[in-house]
DNA sequence: GTCTATACACCGATAGAC
DNA sequence: GTCTATCGGTGTATAGAC
């Protein structure tokens, strides 16, 4: 259950650890930007740190829900992955503090905070994915985690690049088919 | 000129801000690993930030430096490209605190006190290899900025993947090859 | 250039009334 | 659950002696 306040609080923080960083963000801010006391952030999140997994872990999950929208197992692998991938890449644009959040979570000691257990449970099912790919030669026959680190990258330069040129609907399709036939041509 | 005492300013800030994060590591703390007085610091750098950005040049000067080791224009573009390609992974592997430093500063708010001219700067040289690479129809006829952040994100994955698995040196090798034929099939 | 000492603002977290 | 008030601790930066 989340309340109200607890929505403000989150929304306040992830706008401004958006703008100023994790610790360039004093407690007192986000209250005072979320409408609340301080006292009152504090009785939701026992910790600032709290508050950051938190709002992780909230972002992390709708993404995750997000990604899998419109896949069906009568369709093929090919069409299945590129769903995922264009379903990443619309999230990650219309979510862009969202998404830039979870980057900047992501190459900050914070990560350490997310045990190790919750982090392989999140990738174990991609990775398994990717190692039915190889199994059945669609893929070439490389290490899985290997063409999970590349897939992943390329998403993330493809959000940058789209975030940077701000394409048209239109053209921002155009975008997303082609580079996933350049990611295709990469991995088959 | 940079004395010895700046110079272990600047290492101690390096191992620091890799293991707490910018803001999460004080000054004072700085400074005594680096067997300084607090005020030495500020006498060098007039404030933090002054001091994180010095750092984030110094090391950014020094890859660049590393990259066109060996190049030379009467090899074939592909030959060349492959150079800076395993000149920049071998950097990464042998400074590994350095290059998640500049992935901890590129994701960070901090990234806006370097000036855009700067950054296109840096920039730019790169764009225009890959631009020729077009012109000459060796790659494919796509906008070399979204082959620029294909490229770069590329690298950042493989740099992750290889300090996952920390690989001998012969299969390092391999895997630098390896994924070099990748990247090389996916732009061509 | 390097040190010690310190100003003083600010932050995370708590206590306790309502 | 939400607020106000506040404490203890810490951080950046400066002043001034050597």
Chains 1, 2 share one sequence.
């Not at 899998?68 to 644009?93: D, M, P, R, V």
């Not at 900047?104 to 990738?123: G, K």
């Not at 059945?136 to 490389?142: E, G, P, R, T």
């Amino acid at each position: 259950m989340v309340s109200d306040k607890q929505q403000e609080i989150l929304k306040a923080a992830l706008r401004l650890f958006v703008e100023s960083g994790f610790h360039g963000t004093p407690t007192s801010r986000i209250a005072k930007e979320a409408g609340v006391a301080n006292g009152t952030l504090f009785h939701y999140y026992k910790t600032k740190d709290e508050l950051i997994v938190a709002l992780y872990s909230s972002i992390k999950g709708k993404l995750n829900e997000r990604m899998h929208n419109g896949t069906q197992s009568e369709l093929s692998f090919k069409e299945n992955l590129k769903i995922i991938y264009a379903n990443t890449l619309n999230w990650a644009a219309e979510h862009k503090e969202e998404f830039y959040f979870v980057q900047q979570f992501n190459t900050s000691p914070f990560l350490s905070l997310i045990a190790p257990e919750e982090i392989s449970r999140q990738t174990k099912p991609h990775l398994e994915i990717l190692e039915s790919a190889v199994r059945q030669k669609i893929f070439k026959n490389l290490p899985v985690e290997l063409m999970f680190v590349l897939l992943n990258n390329h998403i993330y330069g493809m959000s940058q690049y789209i975030h940077n040129i701000a394409p048209e609907d239109a053209q921002k399709k155009q975008l997303i088919d082609d580079s996933f036939d350049l990611l295709w041509r990469m991995l088959t």
